[in-house]
């Protein structure tokens, strides 16, 4: 299982972060024994002062693919999820200055939360879904599909260019603005439309 994440796929997340417009989608991977599962507690690394939540449409791999065209690209998924992709800001910074990989800041233990699955045939059009978070019961990210700056089978077409997408495999498509810090005992619950596909304690 691969754990593919785009960054930067959202106007106003780059704005907040004041990071440079990309010309193609930033990829970036997460190793598996960064997963932490709905309903786990999420502990704050101790290398780290400024972890924060970056909530993420997810898409799971159906079928195995390579160099898939993007017309052909809904064809190898059928579910669609919601999680956070933890992010030690501090450390990432450090990193960014030097040039170096971010994998340390982005896939430690427990950096992939991922939620519950929704089959794609309920949501109706991929490219129109609500989602959100919440923290401690307030709304801190709000977006829809539609402000990717890549959508979905895009996203699926240009990944498999590079890497052979295997069934199991999930894409974190990029977070919209709104990410923060998070601290111990927040309560963290993520939405797709008006379902909660999943919550977690922060310690």
């Known amino acids: 299982?691969?754990?593919?994440?785009?960054?930067?796929?959202?106007?106003?997340?780059?704005?907040?972060?004041?990071?440079?417009?990309?010309?193609?989608?930033?990829?970036?991977?997460?190793?598996?024994?960064?997963?932490?599962?709905?309903?786990?507690?999420?502990?704050?690394?101790?290398?780290?002062?400024?972890?924060?939540?970056?909530?993420?449409l997810l898409v799971k791999i159906g079928k195995v693919g390579k160099s898939i065209d993007t017309k052909f690209a809904h064809k190898y998924y059928n579910e669609i999820g919601l999680g956070i992709d933890f992010t030690a800001r501090d450390l990432q910074s450090k990193l960014k200055e030097k040039g170096l990989p971010w994998e340390k800041a982005k896939g430690f233990d427990g950096a992939a939360v991922i939620g519950k699955?929704?089959?794609?045939?309920?949501?109706?059009?991929?490219?129109?879904?609500?989602?959100?978070?919440?923290?401690?019961?307030?709304?801190?990210?709000?977006?829809?599909?539609?402000?990717?700056?890549?959508?979905?089978?895009?996203?699926?077409?240009?990944?498999?260019?590079?890497?052979?997408?295997?069934?199991?495999?999930?894409?974190f498509t990029g977070t919209p603005a709104g990410v923060g810090k998070v601290s111990s005992e927040d309560y963290l619950e993520g939405f797709i439309n008006e379902e909660k596909m999943f919550s977690l304690k922060v310690k």
């Not at 106007?11 to 004041?18: G, P, S, V």
């Not at 970036?28 to 786990?40: G, M």
């Not at 490219?127 to 890549?150: C, E, G, P």
């Open 117 to 171: 699955w929704i089959p794609k045939s309920e949501l109706g059009d991929i490219n129109n879904i609500d989602f959100s978070l919440k923290k401690n019961d307030a709304f801190v990210q709000k977006a829809n599909t539609s402000l990717m700056l890549w959508k979905v089978d895009e996203l699926i077409s240009y990944i498999s260019t590079y890497f052979t997408l295997k069934t199991g495999d999930v894409i």
């Open 1 to 56: 299982m691969k754990i593919i994440c785009i960054g930067r796929n959202y106007t106003e997340h780059i704005k907040e972060l004041q990071n440079e417009k990309p010309t193609d989608p930033v990829i970036f991977i997460k190793p598996d024994s960064a997963v932490l599962k709905n309903q786990h507690d999420f502990y704050i690394p101790e290398f780290s002062n400024d972890v924060h939540y970056e909530v993420e």
